[in-house]
C-alpha cells in the first residue's frame, strides 16, 4: 500500500518536501531512511542515506524571528482555548531546533563532536531565552508565558549539567556548573507555589541546586 516513505521515495530527488503538522500515529514506514528536521515553522524531510549534517542544515534553515508571529494575548484566552493553543505551539516551534541539536548530541559518539553539539545546543537555547525576556521587558511578549519560560530554564539547566560531566576536569568546568544552579533554581522558582510539581527530574534538580560540590554528584 502506498505510504510515507514510497511517496518520499518517488518525489525525493525532484523537489523539496515540507511538513507543517506531524507524521500520522502508526506511519513509521520511513524509519531508518527519512527523518523531519526543523525548517521555520514546519519540518523538512531529509534522507538519511545522504548523511545529512545537522549543523549545516541549522545554517541554511530560515530564522524565525519572535516579531513576525502574531501571537495572541495569553492573558486574555484560557487554556483550552484555540487562540491559547496556537501560541503555544508556536513558541514550541521557535524552541525546536536547539531541542533538534540536543537530542542529535545524545546520538553522537565521538566525544569532541558530541561536545560541540552540546555547546551548540546551549547557545541557541540561551540566545531564544534572551529574545523572550527582551520582547517581555519592551512590551512585546506578554509577561504571562511560564508554560514557555519554564521549560527553557529546564533545557538550559539540563544541557549544562551535561556539558559539566564532560567538562568537569578542564578550567571552565565552574562556568558550567554556574549556569545549571542558576537555570535550574529559576525553573524551581517558577513551580515554587505548586504543592506537588508534576515533573519526574524534580528531585535530581533539587539535589544539584542543593549541592555544595558537583565533583561529588552522580552525573547522567
Not at 525525493?12 to 506511519?27: I, L, Q
Not at 525548517?39 to 530564522?63: A, I, Q, T, W
Not at 494575548?73 to 521557535?94: A, F, I, K
Not at 533538534?100 to 553522537?108: E, M, V, Y
Amino acid at each position: 500500500y502506498y505510504n510515507l516513505k514510497k511517496f518520499l521515495d518517488e518525489n525525493y530527488d525532484r523537489f523539496p518536501t515540507y511538513m507543517c503538522v506531524s507524521v500520522p500515529d502508526g506511519e513509521n514506514s520511513i524509519d531508518g531512511y527519512y527523518e523531519a528536521w526543523p525548517f521555520g515553522m514546519c519540518k523538512k524531510f531529509v534522507r538519511l542515506s545522504d548523511n545529512p549534517d545537522p549543523l549545516e542544515h541549522l545554517e541554511n534553515m530560515p530564522y524565525i524571528d519572535l516579531d513576525d508571529m502574531p501571537l495572541p494575548d495569553p492573558d486574555r484566552y484560557e487554556p483550552q482555548t484555540w487562540e491559547y493553543t496556537m501560541m503555544v505551539s508556536m513558541l514550541e516551534t521557535y524552541s525546536k531546533p536547539a531541542v533538534f541539536i540536543w537530542k542529535k548530541a545524545n546520538d553522537i559518539k565521538n566525544p569532541a563532536l558530541k561536545l560541540v553539539y552540546y555547546k551548540k545546543a546551549f547557545t541557541m537555547m540561551t540566545e531564544n531565552r534572551a529574545h523572550v525576556f527582551e520582547r517581555i521587558e519592551d512590551g512585546r511578549l506578554s509577561a504571562n508565558v511560564k508554560y514557555f519560560i519554564s521549560p527553557m530554564e529546564k533545557q538550559l539547566g539540563h544541557v549544562a549539567l551535561i556539558i559539566y560531566s564532560i567538562e568537569k576536569n578542564k578550567p571552565d568546568k565552574a562556568y558550567w556548573e554556574k549556569a545549571c544552579r542558576t537555570h535550574w533554581s529559576n525553573y524551581v522558582e517558577w513551580h515554587r507555589d505548586e504543592i506537588i510539581p508534576k515533573d519526574n527530574m524534580w528531585s535530581t534538580i533539587q539535589s544539584v541546586i542543593s549541592a555544595k560540590d558537583f565533583s561529588n554528584l552522580r552525573l547522567v
